[in-house]
């Protein structure tokens, strides 16, 4: 006798759909970006990114507060400078932003793991990710500035560096000096695939990082490649990356589970400003329900193979978890 085949039986209900579920989602795999400046209560609102803000160090440290107490292991900060150059000199100075904004959280905070995004385009006055000459971003000269950007924020406490500028041999230049000054133990999670994408727009509001003139193509990756972001992936790995990372991540799930299933080693998927404000601006107008939406994204990334999310949802999706 033969029987109609039922998958259906296991979406009955609730209770066994949740026991036959192949892809959790936890408040252990997220990561919170935070925008840090200079000044004293500040709380500013980002236009384009309802519900982020960019904080003072003081104002700061209370949002960390909040954040840890809601099960979020990390946070991922991000320096906006009060004044700019053409070396980004704030980048990588001992008393920077993100260096002291390091220090407080780790005194208020201790057990809050933090991650610093290792770059130069918000410090430089061009607003590119390296030292320019003759309108090319030079990568050596770029190299070595970014280990030491790298270097100062192991000084102040950082637990994690992320080099997000995509040069050439940066992940092996910083492992090396962190290991020569004595700090092993800080990790790198490599910006290893970042794509030059057109999703990252309200992030540069938000971080004042706007190249001033033309864009980002001659370091940052062409969408269109898939095998290239497998040798960058590797690369990393082998300068001594801990985790790397794809950038953007919705687009580019197809990447992250190439990763995943390619390399033997944590990967990371940055759900990124662009893909927050599209489904914020969505959800405003009613066209979209906001939370549902937002967790079938964050599933996905979870189940292309990302082992951590970098997400601006962290804080609504660690209440979500705690009240479905």
């Known amino acids: 006798m033969e029987f109609i085949k039922r998958p259906r039986r296991l979406r009955l209900n609730s209770a066994i759909r949740d026991m036959v579920r192949e892809t959790r989602l936890d408040v252990k795999d997220l990561i919170y970006p935070l925008f840090v400046v200079h000044g004293e209560k500040v709380k500013q609102e980002i236009n384009s990114m309802p519900g982020v803000y960019r904080f003072s160090i003081d104002t700061l440290v209370e949002e960390v507060k909040e954040i840890y107490s809601l099960g979020i292991p990390a946070i991922l900060l991000f320096g906006v400078p009060s004044v700019k150059d053409e070396v980004g000199s704030e980048a990588y100075a001992d008393d920077g932003i993100v260096q002291r904004a390091i220090k407080a959280v780790k005194d208020a905070v201790p057990s809050m793991f933090v991650i610093t995004d290792v770059c130069m385009c918000g410090y430089t006055s061009h607003g590119h990710c390296g030292i320019v000459e003759r309108g090319y971003v030079v990568n050596d000269k770029t190299v ?97 990356s801990d985790i790397v990372m794809v950038k953007p991540a919705l687009s580019y799930l197809d990447i992250i589970r190439r990763a995943k299933e390619s390399f033997n080693i944590p ?58």
């Open 144 to 240: 070595e500035l970014i280990s030491k950007t790298a270097l100062s924020h192991a000084r102040a406490g950082a637990d994690m560096v992320a080099p997000s500028d995509m040069m050439d041999g940066r992940v092996g230049a910083i492992r090396k000096l962190l290991d020569e000054k004595g700090y092993s133990n800080v990790s790198i999670m490599a910006y290893s695939a970042k794509y030059a994408s057109a999703f990252f727009g309200p992030f540069r509001e938000a971080a004042e990082s706007a190249p001033k003139f033309g864009d980002r193509k001659t370091y940052q990756m062409d969408p269109a490649n898939s095998d290239e972001a497998m040798r960058e992936i590797k690369l990393d790995i082998e300068e001594g």
């Open 267 to 324: 990967v990371a998927a940055y759900n990124v400003s662009g893909e927050y404000a599209m489904l914020k601006a969505a959800a405003k107008m009613g066209w979209l329900d906001e939370k549902a939406v937002a967790m079938e994204i964050l599933t996905s990334i979870k189940r292309a193979g990302a082992d951590l999310i970098i997400t601006y949802f962290a804080k609504d999706v660690a209440t979500w978890l705690t009240t479905r």
